[in-house]
């Protein structure tokens, strides 16, 4: 079975699914990484920030064991400046190559415009007569943004990471531009608390929550 999550920005695929992807891949499933916008010079940013999180990004990427890794290269906090018919475009031309059965997308409520976006862009790539590969779609639970959220968060679907759960939290510590003390949104102690928070609805220890956005049995 094939996965891909797709992350607005890179470490939104270790907030939502980091521990979801590491368990899929140690079940023999194959998990690619689509992320959509990154850091260039281009954009504004220093030749070394842009180093610096290119190195993030592999290290992230060999560290969960993502099978591959797309980037589209997108300006961050500026998606709303592309047509959205590009970013389709460019989003269905790396599915199709990568033909999931398992679509992982951010919530579409999320506080972050980009998150919106994206999740509006994959929702077209990903109907059924356009991507009939594809047989589940599942919004992501993002630390920062999701709990930002303007509409509950309707959680429907978890997944046992209990078994992944230190791994998970020395992935995000990857991130170091990201991730800071606490009470910051993005810290060691909040990624434990809400895997922790999500366990205890589902009777494990630790969990990520889902979004079953669709499902299709054959």
């Known amino acids: ?68 890794f797309f980037d589209l290269g997108l300006r961050p906090a500026a998606l709303e400046q592309y047509e959205k018919a590009d970013i389709i475009l460019r989003m269905k031309n790396v599915l199709e190559k990568i033909r999931p059965e398992i679509v992982f997308l951010p919530f579409s409520g999320d506080a972050h415009s980009d998150h919106r976006i994206v999740y509006d862009c994959a929702a077209a790539c990903t109907k059924p007569f356009r991507a009939p590969y594809v047989r589940r779609i599942m919004c992501m639970d993002i630390l920062s943004e999701t709990n930002y959220a303007s509409e509950p968060f309707p959680v429907n679907c978890y997944v046992d990471i209990s078994a992944f759960i230190e791994k998970k939290l020395q992935i995000a510590a990857i991130y170091q531009s990201e991730f800071q003390e606490s009470p910051f949104p993005r810290s060691k102690e909040a990624v434990l608390a809400q895997a922790q928070y999500r366990g205890s609805a589902c009777f494990c220890k630790y969990a990520e929550a889902f979004q079953l956005v669709k499902e299709i049995y054959i």
């Open 1 to 68: 079975m094939k996965a891909v999550i797709i992350s607005p920005h890179p470490d939104d695929e270790t907030l939502g699914a980091c521990g979801t992807a590491m368990k899929l891949i140690s079940q023999g499933n194959e998990v690619v990484w689509l992320n959509v916008t990154n850091m260039k010079e281009e954009y504004g940013y220093s030749a070394q920030a842009v180093f610096r999180r290119s190195q993030e990004i592999q290290c992230v990427q060999h560290e969960t064991g993502y099978h591959a």
